[in-house]
């Protein structure tokens, strides 16, 4: 009797599992199931084999994971590993396969402000920018430094201003969206901060799940704020 493999029932089989990282949202794909010879997967993706039946009957090869060190035995009935650069996986021995992995990089995000900034008649400060990942933005932030160099130094005024940390403001992001892909727009309120109306440079930095981050070119604007007219 011949399993549908090809293989003697009884004699040495296989089961193997490709598990994409969890924040990719991909499903698992079943190795047996995949005929082709070409198999592209996304960085840091695991694989799982499963060797049964007399051991050394059939043995795993590869050039995926760049492991040193204490390799498991290609005869090795349970291996597991990771994703690190495209390359072989073969599976030799009766009814075994062969796959020329191809590792699909995991792209940093990229943000870009899509307009000036402006300030309402509250004195809140708008700031639009776009978001974008090959699986999702996790988290953002805008740094806003003080522009030294851009002051407008008068009167006489040589002695350099006390030094002060920059600003963070953790960026929003979409809720209901999808973050693979989105615009936001950051509100804040500067009118109480000492750099009000100061030239600052204002930088904002997407993250994502693998912890890349991708940030944009700094943009100098002097700091959006309520005006006081009023000595009192």
Not at 122 to 137: C, H, I, N, Q, W
Not at 162 to 190: K, N, W, Y
Not at 210 to 223: D, I, K, S, W, Y
């Amino acid at each position: 009797m011949v399993s549908g493999r090809g293989v003697p029932v009884g004699g040495p089989t296989w089961d193997g599992w490709v598990q994409p990282p969890a924040y990719t949202d991909l499903p698992t794909l079943y190795l047996n199931d995949i005929t082709g010879d070409v198999l592209p997967v996304p960085e840091g993706s695991r694989i799982t084999v499963r060797l049964y039946g007399e051991v050394g009957g059939l043995t795993v090869a590869e050039t995926l994971s760049q492991r040193t060190g204490d390799v498991p035995s290609a005869a090795e009935p349970s291996q597991d590993l990771q994703v690190r650069q495209s390359g072989e996986l073969i599976i030799n021995g009766p009814g075994g396969q062969a796959w020329d992995v191809v590792m699909v990089p995991d792209q940093a995000p990229e943000i870009v402000l899509e307009s000036a900034a402006e300030s309402s008649a509250r004195g809140e400060m708008t700031l639009p920018f776009a978001a974008k990942d090959d699986y999702a933005v996790t988290g953002g932030q805008a740094v806003i430094a003080l522009d030294l160099e851009a002051l407008d130094r008068q009167h006489g005024l040589a002695i350099a201003p006390e030094t002060q940390d920059a600003l963070t403001v953790e960026l929003p992001m979409s809720i209901t969206g999808d973050r693979s892909d989105f615009s936001e727009v950051l509100i804040e309120d500067f009118s109480r901060h000492v750099w009000a109306h100061l030239p600052v440079s204002v930088t904002l930095t997407a993250t994502d799940a693998a912890e890349q981050t991708g940030q944009t070119v700094p943009q100098t604007m002097n700091l959006p704020a309520r005006r006081f007219f009023d000595p009192l």
